[in-house]
């Protein structure tokens, strides 16, 4: 119950500080209340019953309304509405252009998928926000081919480092969409740390992109092993190769039969608690609590093995962030698979160690 009443103090506060320029709406408001009052002044309407007036028709007799006085007030008070609007409106006019020459936001764009619509990232911010943005767009490619990712891998960490990563920038947003591998070795360029990133989820049926302000739905990370429930990772042994794998099954179940047979006896199974969905994680703070979970458990592992293989079904923004929280000196070597629908298998991953993607 607090953690619900906490959110909904969060979104007023977000609805006044953020999406909304409230001194150009107190302006309006002004200008139009004031032109009501020095149009139109206040009218009244009283209605009182036939036995009201008898019994005090001597008293009323003696009661005088200064009309005039009243409306000269009313007059002036719209008047002063007025004055106090236009000045608050060349205020918000002054913010605007002032907050317009500061573009502190980096937009990152990037769909790994083609048909897609290309103005998706920008119509998802507020007027403000455009105004402060500089998009960053990366051409449309198709993700599930291999070569196309490791193709345009290196101009996305030469562009990140050149465009995102400089002194004018204080906040990166993203919204990215496309295949696992895609949007794994994408967070990992954005694992240097220092920005604050704010990760937005594609909504499919409207295409467009909404950030994580939905109630947090306190949902736990559940870890099991051979098909029992598993908090001690150490008993997680690498096969003959070195390699241990993890399976993260949030959106969909990720069976043992869907792994490589040589890594099934070792492999970690990842899920949350009540049941499978898509896009299970809407709160920003709730998911990056998650994410970070997973990247200690992945750190883990890391010790028993050469490189730890990761099969992944969930909401995009979590790929992504999981690639952010990546580090060469406590994860390794990570190979990211890819589920080819059609041949209804694994059948590409990527590997990654460092900045190296291959």
């Known amino acids: 119950m607090m953690s619900k009443l906490l959110h909904i103090v969060k979104i007023i506060i977000n609805y006044f500080i953020r999406p909304k320029n409230w001194i150009a709406q107190l302006s309006i408001k002004f200008v139009g209340f004031g032109v009501v009052l020095t149009v139109g002044g206040v009218s009244f309407k009283a209605e009182v019953s036939k036995s009201f007036l008898e019994k005090y028709a001597p008293f009323i007799d003696t009661l005088s309304f200064g009309y005039q006085t009243l409306s000269e007030f009313v007059f002036w008070i719209g008047i002063l509405l007025i004055a106090s609007g236009f000045i608050l409106g060349l205020l918000a ?43 960053i767009t990366f051409p449309t490619i198709d993700s599930r081919q291999r070569n196309s990712v490791l193709r345009d891998i290196s101009f996305y960490q030469r562009t990140i480092q050149e465009r995102v990563y400089h002194k004018e920038t204080k906040y990166a947003y993203i919204c990215a969409i496309g295949s696992v591998p895609y949007l794994f070795a994408l967070g990992t360029c954005f694992r240097d740390g220092h920005l604050p990133i704010t990760h937005f989820e594609h909504e499919r049926t409207k295409n467009k992109y909404h950030r994580l302000d939905d109630f947090p739905t306190k949902r736990a990370l559940v870890s099991s092993f051979r098909g029992s429930v598993l908090t001690d990772f150490t008993v997680i042994t690498a096969d003959a190769n070195g390699k241990i794998g993890v399976a993260i099954s949030f959106s969909l179940k990720i069976n043992d039969a869907d792994i490589p047979e040589e890594l099934r006896n070792h492999t970690l199974h990842l899920k949350l608690d009540g049941g499978y969905r898509f896009d299970n994680l809407p709160n920003e703070e709730e998911q990056a609590r998650v994410a970070s979970e997973i990247s200690n458990i992945i750190a883990q592992l890391n010790k028993n093995a050469d490189e730890v293989h990761l099969f992944i079904s969930a909401q995009a923004s979590l790929v992504l962030r999981l690639g952010t929280l990546y580090q060469q000196g406590v994860h390794g070597k990570l190979t990211v698979h890819h589920w080819d629908v059609s041949s209804n298998k694994y059948l590409w991953h990527l590997c990654i160690l460092g900045d190296d993607v291959f």
Do not use: C, Q
């Open 93 to 135: 006019v002054y913010l605007i252009i002032k907050e317009g020459k500061n573009r502190d936001i980096a937009l990152i764009s990037a769909s790994g998928f083609t048909n897609f619509n290309p103005t998706a990232a920008v119509d998802s911010l507020s007027s403000n926000e455009k105004i402060k943005t500089v998009p």
